[in-house]
């Protein structure tokens, strides 16, 4: 759907299955976004939690994928979006995603990219698990290899993105997500790394930041100004790429009043490079008519 709104990326969020493969799915666990705990109600871990590293692929496919909920009232996080239970829908792997994006280039003649986020690398290391060998393994099977591809690799975790950089020698564009340190995204001050210091240290390694909104516009001033930060005017001074996340129409910071505006102060005011968002057909139309 977002190929055929024009987005110029396609976002993977990647985990593992028992059995290795890398799947799109945007967390470790598998309850929130389908019917894991009617198929298999007796594998959940003792937190209560269903980790899709604990099935296999086969099972994976076995489970109807559905619209984002919230446990345990199954109500949707999103209720004005695709109606919960209405269609069949299954969790992709990166591949078979890889492979459509590819398909849809060669049918239209357009070269939209991915953008893959290796999701808690550690973790998955504390399981047995290289997450980021399978998808560089994939990536390069599919001519994803250097700063000249359609690609983007993108990470909340510093020393994960380092690894990538100078022990796998990994060409591609690496992107730091910056995150709260309250979300145990990684073991490191995402505050500091926000600072004009922090990336410069995050320059040595990757090309761009995705920072959360907040990051950036940090709210109205006594006289309804909006107070913006200086991180964007920070990173591009080290050279750095600044792609925010995630403009959501259905989610707006409450300092603005419309999805439209919100975009015009990143893009215009701010100077930002790029958006995540759920709603690419808007922000495309956007950018055209803002020519």
């Known amino acids: 759907m977002a190929y055929a709104m024009a987005a110029d990326y396609i976002e993977q969020d990647v985990v593992l299955t028992k059995d290795d493969y890398a799947i799109v799915l945007h967390d470790i666990h598998l309850e929130t976004v389908t019917n894991v705990a009617q198929v298999f109600p007796r594998r959940a871990r003792a937190d209560g939690r269903y980790y899709a590293i604990d099935f296999t692929l086969a099972e994976i496919k076995a489970l109807q994928a559905h619209e984002r909920i919230a446990p345990p009232a199954a109500a949707a996080v999103f209720p004005r979006r695709f109606p919960v239970g209405w269609s069949r829908f299954e969790i992709p792997t990166l591949e078979e995603e890889i492979m459509l994006v590819q398909g849809l280039n060669k049918s239209t003649g357009r070269e939209v990219g991915v953008y893959v986020e290796l999701k808690a690398p550690a973790w998955h290391a504390r399981e047995g698990k290289d997450l980021a060998k399978i998808v560089l393994e994939i990536l390069y099977r599919h001519g994803y290899r250097d700063q000249q591809a359609r690609a983007f690799i993108q990470c ?16 591609l564009p690496l992107v730091q997500l910056l995150g709260e340190n309250s979300w145990n995204e990684a073991a490191v001050d995402y505050a500091r790394l926000r600072t004009p210091a922090g990336l410069a240290e995050i320059a040595a390694y990757a090309r761009g930041i995705g920072p959360w909104l907040p990051h950036l516009v940090l709210g109205k001033d006594e006289t309804g100004k909006l107070k913006i930060s200086s991180l964007v005017r920070d990173a591009h001074a080290v050279g750095l790429l600044v792609h925010p996340y ?36 808007r922000a495309v139309k956007f950018l055209q008519e803002s020519k």
């Not at 020393?159 to 950089?165: E, G, P």
């Open 246 to 281: 995630t403009f959501r129409a259905d989610e707006l910071p409450g300092v603005f009043t419309s999805f439209e505006e919100m975009l015009r102060t990143f893009f215009f005011d701010l100077q930002i490079d790029g958006v995540f968002t759920d709603f690419p057909d």
């Open 156 to 171: 909340f975790d510093p020393a994960a993105l380092q690894r990538l950089k100078f022990e796998l020698k990994v060409t």
